[in-house]
């Protein structure tokens, strides 16, 4: 099912995103985490996809294929294009429609000195226009509440944006934040821009201090000052830490609910104890 049509018949849409592990055992260990994501019964599970080298899309659409048809959940895969052309972006599709997979989450990706970049595609929106006019798939897109670290203000991102909408993005899945006032004012930049679109905002639970310092440093989302207290008391003690970092995302979480968000997009860093425990703490809220 697309996921659009999920949003149109639930409110409080909830999905997790995982990656395609590195190494070939924990590869072959991902059935174990499928099934525990899978039993907390997610209305869809998005495979991230790194950027250049058709190695690294094969292993994200072998997981959708599994999420889809051996535990019966909605795959989206996501898709980067700054290092692909179009023909290459067709093949990928092909294989997403022999494979029944109706879902994408249609990305520029990260400049990566290391891969060198195509002319076809420059920006999300490029691929979101392309996919629509070439494709049936749904089509998500990445949003930013404390904005692109390369956006030169909130009015540009705003535009681009809008930009990506128009071009044929029917869902927006939100970079991890800590302070959902960002998000609310997010939101509501959205809606006076005259996007409609569901904004689902991403959460990531904390359990490792130097995991979250490099998230920080790498997307850009501020750390609020009652939270940095939290992980700076607790960064030495591992299970100290693991209960704030899962406390901290429940409470985010039932804020947002609260506020009634379109959804709630956790970032589960493939871990399903993380996952479990977080679906827990809000069984009888979402
Ligand atoms: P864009 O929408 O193209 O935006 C990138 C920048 O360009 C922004 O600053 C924007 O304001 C600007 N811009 C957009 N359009 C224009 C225009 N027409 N003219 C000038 N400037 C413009 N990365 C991966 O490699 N693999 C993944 O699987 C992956 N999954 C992600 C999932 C989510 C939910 C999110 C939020 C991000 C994910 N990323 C992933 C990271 C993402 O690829 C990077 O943040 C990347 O730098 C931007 O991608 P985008 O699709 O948002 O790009």
Redesign the pocket.
Known sequence: MKISEIHEKKKNVLSF?IFPPKKTEELENIDETLAILCELDPDFISV????GGSANHNKTIEIARKIKYDYGVEPVV?L?CLSYDKSEIDSFVKTLNEEGIENV??????RNPKVPEKDEFR???DLTAYLKETTDLCIA????PEC?P??PDRV??MR?LR??VKAGAQVL???LFFDNDYFYRFVEDCRIAGIYVPVTP?IMPVINAAQIKRMVTL?GASLPERFEKIIHKYETRKEALFDAGMSYAISQIIDLLANDVDGI?LYTMNNPVVARKICEGIRNII
């Open positions: 995103e991230t996809f790194g950027a996501h980067t989450l249609a990305l520029r990706g990260d920006h999300a929106s897109g990445a949003c930013y692109h390369e956006s540009s991102e681009y930009k990506k899945l939100s970079q991403g997307c997009h």
